[in-house]
């Protein structure tokens, strides 16, 4: 293990251990601090923040830009402050601390019987949401969690969302699909984070004007297993309740090749995925590259670096 990854693993882990214990007063001031800090010393993270900002809002200035990743770090910090706390956060404030609109089509896809897919841009805090559906309506589900380094950090992060109620498989093995087939085909709920893949297999689609890469498996997942894909955002506000909508299904296409439904399905998530955000911005921690221009330094387009005033 690298010095870089035990200091991230005793950096998380101090995290799980010393903020949880802090009163949530503390916390919020302690994550804006933080968040304030970041944005002022203009790393490659919150450039790369307002970068992705200014591709969906492209008529903004400079200083709109620079007040909104401010507002973005704060964002991205009270999901931290809200992750590290969530475990000692009891029933009644979980189920208090979020507010589900049109959660209907969730609660009768599950009662017909179906299998329902979850798919989630990210947007504010998506662990919230998983604990509020584990403790609130008492639904288990099952996700997939990117295997990180070191290993011991990846476990923390699977135990804390085991901890929530959650299944939580890894991402990488090649047997994650098949295990979220199986739950779906048994009328169960899955919870995917689906707005950026940069693997060969992802879908090429049409973001905010340019275009981007989302993976494939929930638009398979649906077609394969006749489950439910719902697109969810989330939001904050000025309270401190988080806020979330579950959008109508995306429909799996009558006609076309397996190929050509899946990036109809995926243009439809990322479209959805797009209204959430454009109402919210400050609410989408995309801190690393997304658009394929992005991706390739000479296609880069060139967006002047925003003062830190």
Known sequence: MSIQERLSDALYGAGWSTVKKLPEPVAARLGRTVADLAWKQRG????????????????????????????????????WMESFRLPA????????????????????????????????PHLANWD??????????????TTVAERLKPETLYDRFVAYREGLGMEVLPHSG??????????????????????RDLSASGVEVEFFGETARMP??????????????????????????????????????????RREKTSLMT???????????????????????????????AKAPSHPRQGAS
């Open 89 to 120: 956060w009891s029933a009644e404030r979980i189920r208090t601390g979020f507010a589900a609109k049109d959660l209907h089509y969730l609660t009768e896809g599950l009662a017909a019987g179906k299998g329902v897919v979850l798919a989630l």
């Open 44 to 79: 490659t993270g919150v450039r790369r923040l307002e970068s992705n900002y200014a591709r969906v809002l492209p008529e903004a200035s400079p200083q709109q830009l620079a007040a909104l990743s401010r507002a973005g770090m704060r964002s991205y910090l009270r999901y």
């Open 174 to 195: 090649g047997t994650a699909f098949g295990t979220l087939a199986r739950r779906l085909r048994d009328g169960g709920l899955v919870c995917l984070v689906a707005d």
């Open 267 to 297: 243009q439809a998530l990322a479209d959805a995925f797009a209204s959430g955000i454009a109402d919210h911005p400050e609410d989408w921690h995309m801190l690393q590259r997304l658009w394929l221009k992005d991706l390739d330094p």
């Open 216 to 257: 494939a498996g929930p638009a398979l997942l649906a077609q394969q297993t006749g489950a439910l894909l719902l697109p969810v955002t989330l939001w904050y506000d000025d309270s401190p309740v988080m806020q979330g909508r579950v959008h109508p299904p995306v429909e799996v296409p009558e006609s076309g090749t």
């Open 128 to 141: 919230l949401a998983g604990a509020w559906v584990t403790t609130a309506l008492g639904i288990p589900f």
